[in-house]
């Protein structure tokens, strides 16, 4: 049997972020992603990456995703030279189409019958502002779940949006039934619509 996860902001080969992170290193950080990912997923797995893969050049990262399990799929982040918002991005895409299957901005699931949306960018809240950054790449909020990443360790949930980011899922990419759990949790406080 197959499972989807879903993870966000790995920042592979990010001094800074590593720092922030509790870690000594770019290395101890990459090491520990590579051990969570791979206490979790199989060769059998999808994984959605949901951007911000790493810092500057993609190239490291990318060596390291190659050598994961599962099948991959990535959503740009704003830190990633794919993202429409970098210039010429249209010609990094088959840079990144060496380590995953699919490349995009966004994309849709459908989990126990309610539509989720993928997005490095929630609805609204940010990392580093009380002002939301980059307002004209994330999706409006039109009652939908949301799986998104980009705020760090700022909220787990909040609404129909829901943050898979290394900072708050530092043990490895949340599972599509982790998220069944959120959103069943987050439809009896009264958020979202529950499924038919």
Known sequence: ???VFYWSDPHFGHRF???QRGFSSTDEHDDHLIAAW?????????????????MASPSRALEIIRHLPGTKHLVFGNHDNGHPGRKD??????????????????ASRT???RT???????YEGDSHSEHDRHTQWRLR????????GHVHGEFDVRGTQ??????????????????LAIIEHQEAAGFGTAAP
């Open 17 to 19: 972020v590593a720092g």
């Open 111 to 113: 989990i126990a019958g």
């Open 38 to 54: 791979t206490s979790r997923v199989t060769k059998r797995d999808t994984v959605w990456v949901l951007g911000d893969l790493a």
């Open 162 to 179: 829901i943050n898979v980011g290394v900072d708050k899922w530092m043990d490895g990419p949340a599972s599509e039934a982790e998220i």
């Open 89 to 106: 991005a249209h010609r990094h895409h088959k840079q990144y189409l060496s380590a995953f299957e699919t490349v995009q901005t966004t």
């Open 1 to 3: 049997m197959s499972n």
């Open 116 to 122: 989720v949306l993928l997005s490095h960018f929630p």
């Open 141 to 148: 909020d039109e009652g939908s779940w949301l799986v998104h």
